[in-house]
Structures are given as structure tokens and as C-alpha cells.
Nanobody
Framework: QVRLVESGGGLVQAGDSLRLSCVASGLTLSAYETGWFRQAPGKEREFVAASCWSGGLTYYSDSVKGRFTISRDNAKNTVGLQMNSLKPEDTAVYYC???????????????????WGQGTQVTVSS
């Protein structure tokens, strides 16, 4: 019954911007830690960004800090990821996640989450 659906991916050139969106059903995101992850072909899934305590805290991987911004719209039960200054190394399938409240980033750093979306492809050409 819980479903997370990502959208907004696409093919862009280096330096362009994209905004990803994740719509949740079957759960209220304001009661969960939310985050974004990505996985490139042949590589393990990696943490990208987290929004904890209903948006009270945010955390980013070093590779995206200063370029990506995670946000919430609790009224629409969505979480977004604004991606600016995209680089070819950002190419991956991006996944939305929702997790039980623990310490911000604790489980996400271990690539652990209660719920995952199906992913949306982001491709950045050089």
C-alpha cells in the first residue's frame, strides 16, 4: 500500500539543472525521514541527500553539496531534489526513500530505508 513514485529525470547537458519529485501514498512523509539516493550502472547505491525531522535538518553527500537541494512539501506529501550544475558523474538512477525516524542520516548512510521508490533516470552528457 505504501508507494513512492519519482519523476523529473531526463537527458541533459553538463551544467544544466533538473528537479526531481517524489510523491508518496500510503504514508505521511512529514512523519518520516526522507532522502534521495542514486545508483550508476555496475555500481552500488549511494546516498545523496536527506531531509530529517520533517525538514528540520538536511544533509548532503560531499559530491553534491552546494549543487543539490532537498525540500519537502508536506501539504502535497512530496519530497523534491533540485539539481543544479549537473556533471556527467551525476548520471544515475535516482531513488526516493522514506525511513523511520532515527538520528538524521544514520540509516541512510548505510543505504537503509523502510521504503523505496522505483527510480528515475538522470543522464548528464559532457
Amino acid at each position: 500500500q505504501v508507494r513512492l513514485v519519482e519523476s523529473g529525470g531526463g537527458l541533459v547537458q553538463a551544467g544544466d539543472s533538473l528537479r526531481l519529485s517524489c510523491v508518496a501514498s500510503g504514508l505521511t512523509l512529514s512523519a518520516y525521514e526522507t532522502g534521495w539516493f542514486r545508483q550508476a550502472p555496475g555500481k552500488e547505491r549511494e546516498f545523496v541527500a536527506a531531509s530529517c525531522w520533517s525538514g528540520g535538518l538536511t544533509y548532503y553527500s560531499d559530491s553534491v553539496k552546494g549543487r543539490f537541494t532537498i525540500s519537502r512539501d508536506n501539504a502535497k506529501n512530496t519530497v523534491g531534489l533540485q539539481m543544479n550544475s549537473l556533471k556527467p558523474e551525476d548520471t544515475a538512477v535516482y531513488y526516493c526513500a522514506a525511513d523511520r525516524r532515527v538520528s538524521c542520516g544514520l540509516r541512510f548512510k548505510k543505504i537503509m530505508s523502510d521504503y523505496w521508490g522505483q527510480g528515475t533516470q538522470v543522464t548528464v552528457s559532457s
